[in-house]
């Protein structure tokens, strides 16, 4: 994933999940951290938390970084890793009180997504877009009606 695409999943993801009672206080720090830094510097961010899932949202936060080149920031990329290492290292007792909607995934690599499991909230993957193989392996929902 190139940085541009990595800070804008991280920055939506830590916005949908952080401001969330239910996220970890080691999120919600994690999010804060990338938030304050890019705060000042990108005029979408508030655009962004009040529409995490919204296209339009993360192509002007997408066009915000490159125009600052905040994807090539040092500082930036090392806190957008810890954002995504507590989000993906995130217990399954959360995932299942957030539910999992992945979306508009997009890599010039290989995607993989294993070992996912919900029981309240459901499960949604659309639009995988990968340059080489998309590995979707162990997704269940367990607890809902087949209705």
């Not at 962004?48 to 899932?53: G, I, K, Q, T, Y």
């Not at 970084?65 to 040092?74: F, M, S, V």
């Not at 877009?129 to 009606?145: C, F, H, K, Y």
Request: net charge negative.
């Amino acid at each position: 994933m190139d940085p541009v695409s990595a800070i804008v999943a991280a920055v939506s993801a830590g916005a949908t999940v952080a401001l969330k009672d239910v996220s970890s206080q080691a999120i919600k720090e994690a999010y804060a951290s990338v938030r304050d830094y890019i705060s000042g510097r990108t005029k979408s961010l508030s655009l962004l938390e009040s529409a995490p899932d919204s296209d339009a949202s993360q192509t002007a936060l997408a066009t915000d970084i490159q125009e600052q080149n905040l994807d090539k920031d040092g500082e930036l990329l090392g806190r957008v890793a810890e954002l995504l290492d507590r989000l993906l290292n995130t217990s399954p007792g959360q995932i299942e009180a957030w539910g999992v909607k992945l979306d508009g995934i997009r890599a010039a690599g290989n995607v993989f997504i294993r070992n996912l499991e919900s029981q309240s909230g459901g499960v949604s993957v659309t639009e995988i877009n990968a340059g080489g193989d998309a590995t979707l392996d162990g997704i269940r929902v367990i607890g809902r009606s087949k209705n």
